[in-house]
């Protein structure tokens, strides 16, 4: 494919930007009142209000034909019938067929995959039953109260996520603890918070080479072993997720307490997997069949709508528009419930690790800028702690700000003003206040001329400031389902236009390459001279502090 800047829309796009970069949102809407009708879109439980960004017709109709001429229609089919799209590990990105609720097979290598997907996902929903019911025992007969998920990044994120997310549908005697970080720190406090007997381990490593989850995992095997003294309890309170058989057995796990997925379901991809068994375990076979359900929607809305009214592509066009036009080098989600407090880490992976790439899928180095730096938090305290640069800061960063509209489950009064918020930071994000308001309202207030004018300039907001407001109708798993799935298809779709391969990850390697030298230095068990000097002058300083 030419490269991104020598296509004809999107030179069309560079000459519009300059009609639009300087009109002020305040005055499209003075003149289009219809935008916010318009400029709106709902698909299934979710609605999405794209109105207050800095956009009219004219650039979403560039927009589309940007996506026409990177051929996304033809990468979409791409990706859903299984084709390698991820070129540089010679695999399918088959997500969607782990939620396939049609009766079509999918293949891989000319083999349908769906057989094998649904027979995980019956051994799945088997074990889950067992625990949720109290049928499956510990090594004293006890029942399970305690699931204890050990993996990193997307064998940790997208279970941890949903779990939080819909803990209203959780399973009241279970307690859930996800331990991904190697300090030891995280893995001895759960250790302390948990009994042998009745605590089930699920490794969760599509590798089942991670560093940080198999020494997690050993330790926790240990920790078992000293209270359960026989290793033949290991199958009642160990379980694997994982790709790799051999390194399963070879860590002492049982193959028939493994539940297999597939080189073809990318890491940051895979809760719908068997990844996804914590979350089958807490919320039940029929909520996690409703989180697939919900994805299924969003991945039917995706392949079938046309671009005009395709949620998550409009969604990430507007963020193409942002990134390679407006020089907007980050994008923050801030979820205004609680229940999502985790869902911008989720997708600070999800859109990081796929579309942090620097060069074509031929190789040729990007002319133009890829994913932006994705943060977020919680949008209310975000409000009084970084919004103050959303509001004033110089750089432009295009916000989604997400939040449920029913009040169920909120305390009395709490919802309202959660809301109040949400829709108060888009207006303010949207209309700024100019110097002449903030000036007239000193002077009506009663304070002097002098002063006024003094002030004035630092309480000049310059607005224009763009926002999507997502709205779920209430969080459930179908909404959750077609909520994440949105924004996997929104990554896929950039990932196309800037044509980078979004589902390989080599970026995480050298540091992890790296790392095994160091390792063995820091344990006395060999020195390497090979370092630079600050790398040397670190180790020196690390184990003079430990040598006595
Ligand atoms: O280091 C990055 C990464 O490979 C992610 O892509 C992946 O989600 C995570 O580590 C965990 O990998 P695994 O599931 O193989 O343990």
Redesign the pocket.
Known sequence: MASLNELESFKALERHFITIKDMHMREMFEKDPDRAYKYFIKVGGIKLDYSKNRLNDETLKLLRLLAQECSLKEKIKAMYKGDKINNTEERAALHTALRNKSSFSIEVDGIDVMENVNAVLRRMEDFSRAIRIGDWLGYTNQIITDIVNI???????GALMTCKALRNFGHPRLNMHFVSNVDGVQLQGVLESIHPETTLFIV???????Q??LTNAFTARKWFLYHALDEKYIAKHFVAV?TNKQAVKAFGIDEKNMFEFWDWV???Y?LWSA?GLAIMIYLGEENFSALLEGAYLMDRHFYCEDFENNLPIILALIGVWYINFFDAGSHIIAPYDQHLRYFPKFIQ?LDM?SNGKQVQKNGAKVQYDTAPVIWGDMGINAQHAFFQLLHQGTHLSPIDLIASLSKKGNLPGHHEILLSNVFAQAQAFMRGKTYDEVYKEMINNGMDKEKAEKLAPHKVFSGNRPSNIILLDEINPVNIGSLIALYEHKIFVQGVIWDINSFD?WG??LG?ELAKNILAELKGQQEFNDYDSSTKHLIQIYKEFNSH
């Open positions: 993996g990193i990044g997307g064998s940790d994120l969760a490593s599509k590798t089942f080479s991670t940080e989850t994982s990318g890491g940051r895979s990844i992976q690790e990850q995480v390697e992890k």
